[in-house]
Nanobody, 129 residues
Framework: QVDLVESGGGLLQAGDSLRLSCAAS????????MGWFRQAPGQEREFVAH????????YYSDSAKGRFTISRDNAKNMAYLQMNNLKPEDTAVYFC??????????????????????WGQGTQVTVFS
């Protein structure tokens, strides 16, 4: 079992930067790949970024690529999403999620929310022009 709590959301101006944090509790965090997803009001939840358990492999959505960076610190049981050059279309609730321990993801699995079994409550990011 991995419990996840996101923090760091807020109200930003277009072009601003923000780092979201995901605090994990549990005994197997270091063995679980992590992902960030987001959901805008009235929209489906969509993939943003993924990092494997060792931190050496990452995947990003097209919208996140080049602007967002996912990272993790297993010693601190933390995962992060650094977001730069924010745009109004980034406005959404951002969720941290974890896959089953030792689950190996190729790209198709990494972007599929159904492969993630642990989810945080979400943190709101609002970007205005």
């Amino acid at each position: 079992q991995v419990d996840l709590v996101e923090s760091g959301g807020g109200l930003l101006q277009a072009g601003d930067s923000l780092r979201l944090s995901c605090a994990a509790s549990g005994r197997t965090f270091s063995s679980s790949a992590m992902g960030w997803f987001r959901q805008a009001p009235g929209q489906e939840r969509e993939f943003v970024a993924h990092i494997n358990w060792g931190g050496g492999k990452t995947y990003y959505s097209d919208s996140a690529k080049g602007r967002f960076t996912i990272s993790r610190d297993n010693a601190k049981n933390m995962a992060y999403l650094q977001m730069n050059n924010l745009k109004p279309e980034d406005t959404a609730v951002y969720f941290c999620a974890a896959q089953k321990e030792y689950f190996y993801s190729d790209y198709a699995a990494a972007v599929d929310q159904n492969t993630y079994v642990y989810w945080g409550q979400g943190t709101q990011v609002t970007v205005f022009s």
